[in-house]
T-cell receptor, first 108, second 114 residues
Framework: RKEVEQDPGPFNVPEGATVAFNCTYSNSASQSFFWYRQDCRKEPKLLMSVYSSGNEDGRFTAQLNRASQYISLLIRDSKLSDSATYLCVVSGYSTLTFGKGTMLLVSP | DAGVIQSPRHEVTEMGQEVTLRCKPISGHDYLFWYRQTMMRGLELLIYFNNNVPIDDSGMPEDRFSAKMPNASFSTLKIQPSEPRDSAVYFC????????????FGPGTRLLVL
């Protein structure tokens, strides 16, 4: 089983749509969780951390289910600028393990 | 503040040649990470340093790969000899103790080995 698994997509959605990405992880000892965003031919950048109680940052909502080892990201009112690859990230001992990412394409 | 700096941004070389990738972490960051990204395998950790000391190099694919960090502001990743399967984007990232787990990535080096 891969350490962090994501649906590669692409997810094609129109502007204004709501889209959700899911991720599962295998290491139950993982303590910290993140979503990174990677634009085409750019470096990954932190989008948001994921907390057990769930957290929101504007149009973005992240959820964590430790029992199921499952992480989600919800994007509301999608913008063209949201088009990118979203990487699910799980911490280990001083390191991060990245999923392969889910590609989102938002069209006019 | 300057972010993580990597050079060169692009490298095209022929099989068998030596390739050296360079990284300057964010000032004050004591952790430095080297990653490789390919379509097939995604983003893989190759090696990381803490206070200039290599901590875990288990991700280094084979002896052709080596990394050094002679001081807090500079690290190199060397491939010798290079092979076509080494073609990938190589990222350097850094973070500081006490700054959480967030890593800050450089722009990457796109390597093509012909």
């Amino acid at each position: 089983r891969k350490e962090v698994e994501q649906d590669p997509g692409p997810f094609n959605v129109p502007e204004g749509a709501t889209v959700a990405f899911n991720c599962t992880y295998s290491n139950s000892a993982s303590q910290s969780f993140f979503w990174y965003r990677q634009d085409c031919r750019k470096e990954p950048k932190l989008l948001m951390s994921v907390y057990s109680s769930g957290n929101e940052d504007g149009r973005f909502t992240a959820q964590l289910n430790r029992a199921s080892q499952y992480i989600s990201l919800l994007i509301r009112d999608s913008k063209l600028s949201d088009s990118a690859t979203y990487l699910c990230v799980v911490s280990g001992y001083s390191t991060l393990t990245f999923g392969k990412g889910t590609m989102l394409l938002v069209s006019p | 503040d300057a972010g993580v700096i990597q050079s060169p941004r692009h490298e095209v070389t022929e099989m068998g040649q030596e390739v050296t990738l360079r990284c300057k972490p964010i000032s004050g960051h004591d952790y430095l990470f080297w990653y490789r990204q390919t379509m097939m395998r995604g983003l893989e950790l190759l090696i990381y340093f803490n206070n200039n000391v290599p901590i875990d190099d288990s991700g280094m694919p084979e002896d052709r790969f080596s990394a050094k960090m002679p001081n807090a502001s500079f690290s190199t990743l060397k491939i010798q000899p290079s092979e076509p399967r080494d073609s990938a984007v190589y990222f350097c990232a850094s973070r500081r103790t006490g700054g959480g787990e967030t890593q800050y990535f450089g722009p990457g080096t796109r390597l093509l080995v012909l």
